[in-house]
């Protein structure tokens, strides 16, 4: 299993401004993944960070407006830049254990106004 | 490219009464099943999985899901439910290392 710690649970930012997240895992990990969760909806991933080379962004979401660091195997930040009242969510880090099963962190949860 | 669908958006049910949850996948290889739940204004916590083996798997909870292949379906059953029961409920697929890829989630909402 992982433990994963997220910081901060929660927040709220003025428009145009920028957030920092950050993960923290209790062990190694080769992926992180940092997922959106829009009010009323389900997860969607942002991107997957892999320590040592760039985030992978799936469709939709651009490294401008959400840029992700991977500094070592236990550790990832990600930015949510440019804050508009759209982007108020809940944001999970997660990592998978053994490569069959996913844990996530509480979350973020985000109000932009 | 993986994709769930979780066939209701919202399920009534009494208490005491039988629920199911349904959810059905499509993959183009072999894949991993998962449900997880969110109680409000909490974090996600897995229910149960597939992974391989006996189809059908079970929680400490009372919850069951049955992997059928050749329907690719992954429904959620508890025979009798709790209010405490009251959560929102996601179905997930993940390929071998990959990523997990959710469905919209179901609000079983269990009523006295």
Known sequence: SAVISQKPSRDICQRGTSLTIQCQVDSQVTMMFWYRQQPGQSLTLIATANQGSEATYESGFVIDKFPISRPNLTFSTLTVSNMSPEDSSIYLCSVNSGDTEAFFGQGTRLTVV | ?112
Not at chain 2, 7 to 13: A, E, G, I, K, N
Not at chain 2, 17 to 27: G, I, K, Q, T, W
Not at chain 2, 70 to 87: C, E, G, M, N, Y
Request: charged share 15%; aromatic share 14%; with cysteine.
């Open chain 2, 1 to 112: 490219a993986q994709s769930v669908t979780q066939l209701d958006s919202q399920v009534p049910v009494f208490e005491e009464a039988p629920v199911e949850l349904r959810c059905n996948y499509s993959s183009s290889v072999s894949v991993y099943l998962f449900w997880y739940v969110q109680y409000p204004n909490q974090g996600l916590q897995l229910l149960l999985k597939y992974l391989s083996g006996s189809t059908l798997v079970k929680s400490i909870n009372g919850f069951e899901a049955e992997f059928n292949k050749s329907q690719t379906s992954f429904h959620l059953r508890k025979p009798s439910v709790h209010i405490s029961d009251t959560a929102e409920y996601f179905c997930a697929v993940m390929e071998y290392g990959n990523k997990l890829v959710f469905g919209a989630g179901t609000i079983l909402r269990v009523k006295s």
